[in-house]
């Protein structure tokens, strides 16, 4: 059985935004050691800001929130 080529910084990232969630304004996540694993934490950092979505830390998961709106954490 072929093995699936590792995909590259860059395409990692890009993967995590063409999930419906994304289009429909929804939330994903990834584990942060996924991250770490496979691009780096700056990186998808650069792509949230660029999208102008938001992203937090909640346990051992980047959240990020795909919505340019405000953003208010209530508790």
């Known amino acids: 059985m072929a093995r699936r080529p590792r995909l590259t910084s860059r395409q990692w ?3 995590i935004f063409v999930a419906q969630a994304v289009r429909n304004g929804g939330i994903v996540r990834r584990k942060i050691s996924s991250v ?8 998808l950092e650069a792509e949230v800001k660029r999208r102008k979505f938001h992203m937090v830390v ?3 998961q980047y959240v990020i929130l795909c919505n340019t709106g405000e953003f208010h954490l209530i508790c």
């Open 36 to 43: 770490v694993r496979y691009a780096s934490a700056k990186d």
């Open 58 to 60: 909640s346990g051992d």
């Open 13 to 15: 990232i890009n993967q």
